[in-house]
């Protein structure tokens, strides 16, 4: 057997330490909980031995209500040779106010590919936008993949799948493909990323194939989101209202657990993926006055920072100068995927890991519904997981409807999710 997570053993001490408040005061039980929550954190373990596997230090715990039932979690499968195969998507906000941020990701996307081919990671790549596009004369239909543009003339040469194979020029590529797609969408408040990403994925009845190859069965999925509002423009959330009309219900596709539920059924439980975002950070007002400043009023990416969060993609500034951090932190957080199990939730408790045969010492942590290897776990090994899931658990992200992911869990918050645990 393992050691145990020494959060765990101080939890399991609790009520010790409750005690000292009834003949030492508060002030030395006070001193001892920021020892014990100072000490939690990701832990080590060396498989085959099973340990309990700590949250990253940054998301909350998950908020059951009191009472819930929880429920037992088995993972148990084993690594495929073809885990290093990735499908991105590109979802690209094409309102009037986008085209110049549109233009510095175009510019760093080709370095951004050169680095996963250095990684060995074959990939492809789809895009679309955030609006419902014309698919003919008289259907428009959202999330439909657009056509990369090799110049300025040959719309369609290049079909809607950039592949890993392709022999062209990506830089010239990237850039007639964002000014092909400009600023289409003019004056709008109703840009859906969550939405268009949801029917990307959807293989219904339409009139045409909307991903027409854009997800491979044993690839790994990356979407990027890039936008300066968030979902239907503020999230649904009317404390974020600039304009008249502006506030509009979030429907079911425009909601951030519907889609990592939706991708997962369509998929398989095992898919794995990350959503990362290109926004104004909640609560980077400088970002957000400095994007004002060309016009129209920007928001916060509430939403789209949720989505990132729950998948444990990356969340990078759209104010940056350029985008060269931004996507290398994307790829760390996709080599993160391609090294990472998906659970079925934010876990309650202890996360017990077996991987045989062993590999070693591995760091591993949980990110959103995830646990992630600090090292690819090699082909031919088998992973196994059990954890708990409260029947009506809320993701951290979505707790009070909105997530500020730009702070490390402060004093109080610990202080709180101690508590919980203890009792």
Known sequence: ????????IMQQRGVWIMSLKKWQGVRWASVLLVLALSACGPVKFSAPSKDDVGTDGKTPDPVPTPGATLRDVHYNSTVQA?????DIILVIDDSNSMLPDNRKLAANLSAF???LQNSNIDWQMCATVTRALPVTDTTNA???????????????????????????????????????????????????????????????????????GCYR????????????EDERSIGGDASQQVYAGELKALENEDKPQVFVDYVRSTFGATQRFTVNSIIVKPGDSSCKASQDAGGAKSHYGFKYAELSQLTGGGIGSICDSDYSTNLNLFIDKIKDSLSSVPLEC???????????????????RVEGQSIVFSTAVPAGRTIDITYKCADDSRSPSSVGGKVTPLKEEGFLSRMLSFFRNLF
């Open 217 to 228: 069965a044993d690839a790994g999925i990356a979407y990027i989101i890039i936008s300066d």
């Open 142 to 212: 959202w999330g439909a993949s657009i056509y990369w543009q090799k110049n300025a003339t040959a719309s369609t040469s290049l079909g809607m799948v950039l592949k890993k194979s392709s022999n062209v020029d990506l830089n010239t590529v990237f850039a007639h493909t964002i000014e092909y797609i400009g600023a289409g969408y003019k004056n709008s408040d109703d840009e859906r990323a969550i939405k268009a990403a949801y029917h990307h994925v959807y293989n219904g009845d339409y009139h045409y194939n909307p991903n027409n």
């Open 113 to 115: 590919i050169t680095k």
């Open 346 to 364: 934010t876990p309650v408790g202890t996360v017990n890991v077996t991987i045989t045969p062993s590999i070693g010492t591995v760091e591993s």
């Open 82 to 86: 073809s885990d290093n195969k990735l």
């Open 1 to 8: 057997m393992g050691h145990k997570n020494p959060c765990v």
